[in-house]
């Protein structure tokens, strides 16, 4: 196959996978930078989608003849990534992860509507558009402490935890004046500042870790200093990830869980999992088993295709 990685970094941990993994399966890879790619519309190209060379003066340039594409889209730069994705997707090139599927998991209220929609357990969440339904929003997710979360953080970096009134008050303005919809959330505590990483590549969890926040902080993400064990997660666990993963119509996806008292609870779903954290944990072939997945979804499309003239 012909595969396009996109990313913008091709020196990235995970870029750097997706490549090799590709090249050792015998197919052809390139890193194509998202924002360097430029899609003509109403123009009179026959190659729609082009690419920028790195110059002094970037002229357009055609793209290699791709037949799969791997998305790795920063969350800073959706809106271009997504139109790439789409582009591609309607020129028939396979992809791991469809416009679509990336936009429902990029935003965490839209990835919980869905999660909710499909009967699957997540956190009390309350989403609020007015800072008047603080109170209202507290009161519906069990009362103090509450999460407050924005629709588009990640790495934790919006995730606040307020154990009183006027903490969550501050913490609201903080996030609304980043312009963000703000979701309240109920503290898991019984978590304990753990939570549970599960990749799902196709219909199955290939690998899996749990991870511990540094003491002082509730949140276990890796780049706040979070350690991880690789675990091997029980099939409620696994089971549920599939389904969320199904939920967002990703068939490669991150998927996050929180152990309550009331069973595990599905917190979010990465679109663009990172590879370092689990393939060093779990010693699993993370990129390889992508890279096996695409190759299979492109089989699968030529073999549908009917054939020329019968
Ligand atoms: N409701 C919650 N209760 C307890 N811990 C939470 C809750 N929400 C998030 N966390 C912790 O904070 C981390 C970051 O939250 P998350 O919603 O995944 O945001 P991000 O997309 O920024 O990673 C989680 O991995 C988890 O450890
Ligand atoms: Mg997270």
Known sequence: MKIGILSR???????RRLVE????????????DTLGVVIEMGTSVDMPIRALTRSALPRLRPLPPLNGV???????ITPQGLAVV??????????????????????????LQRMTQAGLPVP?????????????????????PVV??????????????????????????????????VLVQEFVAEALGRDLRLIVVGRACV?????????????????????????????????LALAAARAHELSVAGVDLLQSVRGPLLLEVNSSPGLEGIERVTG???????????????????????????
């Open 9 to 15: 970094n091709k020196d990235l941990y995970s870029t």
């Open 124 to 144: 009390k969440t309350v989403v609020i558009a007015q800072a008047e339904g603080l109170f209202a929003a507290i009161q519906a997710v069990g009362g103090l």
């Open 207 to 239: 690998a899996a870790m749990e991870r511990c926040a540094p003491q002082g902080e509730f949140r276990a993400n890796l780049h706040r200093g979070g350690t991880a064990v690789a675990i091997t997660p029980t099939p409620q666990v696994a089971q």
């Open 86 to 111: 789409r582009q591609f997707e309607m020129q028939g090139v396979v992809t791991t992860a469809t416009a679509v599927a990336i936009a429902a998991s990029r935003d965490k209220l839209h990835s």
């Open 148 to 181: 407050l979360k924005s629709a588009q953080g990640t790495q934790g970096e919006e995730v606040i935890l307020a154990r009183t009134f006027t903490a969550a008050a501050q913490g609201l303005v903080r996030l609304q004046q980043l312009g963000r919809l």
């Open 284 to 310: 699993v072939d993370v990129a390889g088993e992508i890279l096996r997945f695409l190759a299979t979804q492109y089989h699968r499309r030529i073999n549908s295709l009917p054939h020329p003239g019968g």
């Open 70 to 76: 791997i998305p790795r889209i920063g969350s800073s």
């Open 21 to 32: 993994a590709a090249q050792q399966q015998g197919h052809h890879a390139w890193v194509i």
